[in-house]
């Protein structure tokens, strides 16, 4: 059914504005990357709702990644951001795109020796100056640039490490596979940033434009920090889902 021949049921309890949203979500899986949908006043004569029920439903759907307006010029629909579930459970990259559908790709960057920085050095809890393993990766989804990670590892506990393909292989596979290093801990840290200039080429975006950058390291069963990361997610394609639950389960963690 296409959008013309859907109306809004003013008789159930129902917002309005939802059921506007649902019928453009449906409209929008049937048109392709940059078609314009209906303006803001043929919605409203079409549906027979107010102005501001309509823009809450576009104003939804632009911030879900489903809409991208352009100023005098109209809201067209785009290619949907790929959504990440922050809950309690550690996914790899390319498992969590498949999910969605999308074929995910890593390019390795840089794989090397390095000297453990102070902030490295307290979050792998080695000393300053000690040897890590520096590791940059960026990360695709579609072909499109997603993510850029930087990853840091403590080298005396990764005999041999920069043998690994990590282009093919998955980094916490291949820790636990190889050095029965089982990581089952994490913590992390999330903060909206303007892209730094190296990044933001990298990641195909203007210098400046909004990422989420993050921090986490990683733990085994006996607490020993393996990983420690910073990333950058390109906001214009990223969305994270936080799972909250109620705060008497917390207690009991």
């Known amino acids: 059914m296409s959008l013309i021949e859907k109306s809004i049921d003013k008789t159930i309890p129902v917002p309005l504005y939802y059921q506007l949203k649902q019928h453009l979500k449906e409209h929008i899986n049937n048109c392709n990357v940059g078609d314009a949908i209906p303006t803001e006043t043929e919605l409203c004569d079409h549906f027979d709702v107010s102005r501001p029920t309509v823009r809450q439903a576009i104003a939804e759907l632009v911030t879900e990644g489903h809409l991208t ?9 785009t290619k949907p951001k790929v959504q990440r579930d922050f809950v309690f459970a550690m996914r790899s990259f390319n498992r969590e795109m498949r999910e969605h559908g999308k074929t995910p790709a890593t390019r390795v960057l840089n794989l090397e020796m ?5 902030t490295v050095a307290a979050q792998l809890k080695v ?14 989804a579609d072909g499109l640039p997603l993510m850029l990670v930087n990853t840091f590892l403590p080298a005396s506990l990764l005999p041999g490490f920069l043998e690994h393909d990590l282009e093919k292989n998955a980094l916490h596979e291949t820790l636990k596979e190889t050095y029965n290093l089982d990581l089952i801990r994490g913590i992390r840290a999330v903060e909206a940033i303007a892209a730094p200039d190296e990044e933001a080429r990298l990641l195909e ?12 390291t990683f733990f085994t069963e006996d607490e020993t920090p393996v990983e420690f990361s910073m990333a950058w997610y390109r906001g214009d394609h990223s969305r994270f889902v936080i799972e909250l639950h109620p705060a008497t389960q917390w207690s009991r963690l």
Request: net charge positive.
């Open 114 to 118: 390095s000297s453990a920085s102070a």
């Open 69 to 77: 307006r352009s100023k005098g010029k109209g809201t067209f629909v």
């Open 127 to 140: 000393n300053t100056g000690d040897q890590i393993i520096f590791l940059r990766r960026l990360r695709f």
């Open 205 to 216: 975006i203007n210098a400046g434009a909004p990422v989420q950058y993050m921090e986490s």
